[in-house]
């Protein structure tokens, strides 16, 4: 059942996030990058990927981008931070035991700060095309993390520290996993929704 999560934000009047519910013990939350929303191909298929599979799934809405604002990172993170986790507080159930994290870009640091919050939960992480402040020196938990080779915030030296987690590479990918090839786009994405689908069913 599709229901409308409304918060106030300080970059526009208010903010509806979309929320799908389905009773489960599970949650999904999707964060966007900051030009990427949750509308665009990753969130919009991470999502349904989630409500196909039987968990409620929340996809927060950035009020900046609502707006067409200009931020101001990381001075505009802690706004921000605060604004996600009032609306994923929103949706929490009682009986849920699960959150996995899907987060693009600015998505995987958000995701960094929040995990912190939720301790009590299990958590899966999924980081599509992270920004370097999205690697955490002091959790090397196993996570889903999903690159291309010619994003600009490609490091191969941070990746390398991350020997628990499963990492898949697109070669020639820049930092939307496109290459200019649309049939070559498009079958990365089908490997992208894949690769999740595989690590959200272990």
């Given at each position: 059942?599709?229901?409308?999560?409304?918060?106030?934000?300080?970059?526009?009047?208010?903010?509806?996030?979309?929320?799908?519910?389905?009773?489960?013990?599970?949650?999904?939350?999707?964060?966007?990058?900051?030009?990427?929303?949750i509308h665009k191909p990753l969130c919009y298929y991470?999502?349904?990927?989630?409500?196909?599979?039987?968990?409620?799934?929340?996809?927060?809405?950035?009020?900046?981008?609502?707006?067409?604002?200009?931020?101001?990172?990381?001075?505009?993170?802690?706004?921000?931070?605060?604004?996600?986790?009032?609306?994923?507080?929103?949706?929490?159930?009682?009986?849920?035991?699960?959150?996995?994290?899907?987060?693009?870009?600015?998505?995987?640091?958000?995701?960094?700060?929040?995990?912190?919050?939720?301790?009590?939960?299990?958590?899966?992480?999924?980081?599509?095309?992270?920004?370097?402040?999205?690697?955490?020196?002091?959790?090397?938990?196993?996570?889903?993390?999903?690159?291309?080779?010619?994003?600009?915030?490609?490091?191969?030296?941070?990746?390398?520290?991350?020997?628990?987690?499963?990492?898949?590479?697109?070669?020639?990918?820049?930092?939307?996993?496109?290459?200019?090839?649309?049939?070559?786009?498009?079958?990365?994405?089908?490997?992208?929704?894949?690769?999740?689908?595989?690590?959200?069913?272990?």
């Amino acid at each position: 059942m599709d229901k409308r999560i409304v918060t106030k934000s300080h970059w526009c009047e208010q903010l509806i996030h979309e929320y799908h519910h389905q009773n489960s013990s599970v949650l999904c939350v999707i964060l966007g990058g900051q030009n990427y929303s949750i509308h665009k191909p990753l969130c919009y298929y991470s999502a349904k990927l989630c409500v196909q599979a039987g968990y409620d799934v929340l996809a927060v809405q950035y009020g900046f981008q609502q707006n067409h604002s200009l931020t101001h990172f990381p001075e505009d993170f802690e706004i921000l931070y605060k604004e996600v986790k009032e609306a994923i507080d929103l949706v929490i159930q009682p009986h849920q035991t699960e959150i996995i994290w899907i987060g693009k870009s600015l998505g995987t640091v958000l995701m960094k700060r929040l995990k912190g919050d939720y301790n009590q939960f299990s958590q899966k992480l999924i980081l599509l095309t992270p920004v370097s402040p999205a690697f955490d020196q002091e959790d090397f938990r196993e996570k889903l993390i999903i690159m291309g080779t010619h994003d600009e915030h490609y490091d191969e030296k941070l990746l390398e520290k991350e020997t628990e987690s499963m990492i898949v590479e697109f070669d020639g990918a820049d930092h939307g996993l496109e290459t200019g090839n649309v049939i070559a786009d498009l079958e990365i994405m089908e490997r992208v929704i894949g690769a999740i689908a595989g690590y959200i069913e272990e």
